[in-house]
C-alpha cells in the first residue's frame, strides 16, 4: 500500500485482521496506520529511497526500513544502493533493522549489501524470473536477454519515477516531454491504454503488449534462467556461505611474538 492511496486506513484494517504478520508500504506511511498494525502485532516497513523519508518512517513508528537504491526496479530515486545503504544505517537508530534492495540477486551481492549494515535484503527482478512469480504472459521471457541498459526511469505508466523494461511508449514519452498526470491517476491512464495489468488478479492468462508495464532492476542483465523460487533462494545461500567462507581467508594473520 501507498500512502496516497485511497481509503488507506480502511485497507490497513483490512490487512491487520486477516493474518498478515508483515506491513510494508512505499512512498511514506501514516502514524494511525502503523498504530493499527502494532495493535495487531503486525510489523511495518517502509521502503525508501532518500535518507530523510527512512528517518520520517522511523520518527513515525515503523519496525524496519528497506533501503532500495536507484538500480532497483519499480519506483526508485536518485541514490545508489551503496551510497544510500550505509547513510540510512548511520541515520537511524541501531535497534531498526536496516534491508537493502536494489541489485541482489546472488549470494556475492546478498554479503555485499550485509557488509554496508543490511540486516537483510529485498529482492525483487530476481524473483519475477521465478515459475511462482504472477505475471502477464511475456514478462519471465522477456528478463532473460535484457542488458542492464533496457531497465529504465519513465514516469508514463504511474507519474512518478518508475524503473521497467524500456519499450517504444516509453522512449515516446520521455522524448514528447509530455508531463504526466499524477500518481495515482497516471497509473490508471497507463491501464485504460491497456499498457498495465500489473495488478489484474488474472494477470498470468493474460499476454503483455509490446508496451506492457514491466518493472524491472538494472541487475536484469545477471538473470539468465527462470527457476523455481526454491532453488534461487537456496543458491543465494550456498553462494554467500561460500563467499563468507574465502572473506575469512582473506584476513590478516595475527603475528606470532
Avoid at 39 to 50: I, T
Avoid at 54 to 81: K, P, S
Avoid at 91 to 97: C, G, L
Avoid at 134 to 151: C, H, I
Wanted: net charge positive; aromatic share 6%; charged share 15%.
Amino acid at each position: 500500500l501507498l500512502a496516497l492511496d485511497e481509503g488507506l486506513d480502511a485497507k490497513a484494517e483490512a490487512i491487520a485482521t486477516c493474518g498478515a504478520r508483515v506491513f510494508v508500504t512505499g512512498l511514506g506511511v501514516s502514524e494511525s496506520a502503523v498504530k493499527l498494525m502494532h495493535a495487531h502485532d503486525v510489523l511495518v516497513g517502509v521502503v525508501c529511497g532518500q535518507v530523510k523519508h527512512a528517518v520520517a518512517a522511523v520518527r513515525a513508528g515503523c519496525d524496519f526500513i528497506v533501503a532500495q537504491g536507484t538500480e532497483a526496479g519499480g519506483h526508485t530515486g536518485n541514490a545508489a544502493l551503496f551510497t544510500l545503504l550505509p547513510q540510512v544505517r548511520a541515520s537511524v537508530p541501531a535497534r531498526v533493522p536496516v534491508v537493502a534492495a536494489g541489485g541482489i540477486h546472488n549470494g556475492a551481492s546478498f554479503v555485499a549489501a550485509l557488509s554496508l549494515g543490511a540486516a537483510g535484503a529485498w529482492i525483487g527482478t530476481r524473483f519475477l524470473a521465478s515459475y511462482e512469480a504472477n505475471t502477464v504472459k511475456g514478462y519471465k521471457e522477456r528478463l532473460l536477454p535484457a542488458t542492464w541498459r533496457d531497465a529504465t526511469i519513465t514516469r508514463y505508466y504511474t507519474g512518478k519515477p518508475c524503473r521497467v523494461l524500456g519499450n517504444a511508449k516509453t522512449k515516446a514519452f520521455e522524448a514528447s516531454g509530455e508531463k504526466p498526470a499524477p500518481f495515482p491517476q497516471q497509473f490508471a491512464k497507463s491501464v485504460a491504454d491497456g499498457n498495465n495489468h500489473l495488478l489484474a488478479a488474472d494477470n498470468h492468462l493474460l499476454d503483455g503488449t509490446a508496451e506492457e508495464f514491466m518493472p524491472a532492476g538494472q541487475v536484469v542483465g545477471s538473470i539468465g534462467h527462470i527457476l523455481p523460487a526454491g532453488q534461487i533462494v537456496h543458491s543465494i545461500i550456498a553462494e554467500a556461505t561460500q563467499v563468507l567462507s574465502s572473506l575469512q581467508k582473506l584476513a590478516p594473520r595475527q603475528a606470532k611474538l
